[in-house]
């Protein structure tokens, strides 16, 4: 899952910075399988860092992580693997 071609949404590439969809592509490649195919990510700014709170339903996970990022945005994000490609796109694009 999430081993086939990479999309973005306008509202991905237009609002959220480059470096930061590279660090929520990375965190899914690095999290334990079994991975769920809908991911969610909620950006927020704690402590003048980027945090992102990042969790699937099935089977259940969830990790938080803070980041020193130039630009710090907050957003809800979904990944979505449809087993022929992954969509990066803000929730209120779904």
Do not use: C
């Amino acid at each position: 899952m999430f081993n086939n071609p990479r999309y973005a949404t306008r509202g991905i590439t237009e609002g959220i910075p480059v470096l930061t969809q590279i660090i929520l592509w990375n965190i899914i490649d690095t999290m334990p399988e079994p991975k769920d195919g809908f991911q969610v990510f909620k950006l927020s700014k704690r402590n003048n860092l980027q945090a992102i709170e990042h969790h699937q339903e099935i089977p259940e996970y969830r990790k938080d992580y803070e980041i020193k990022a130039d630009e710090i945005v907050t957003a809800k994000i979904f990944v979505i693997d449809d087993s022929t490609h992954s969509t990066m796109l803000l929730a209120e694009e779904y």
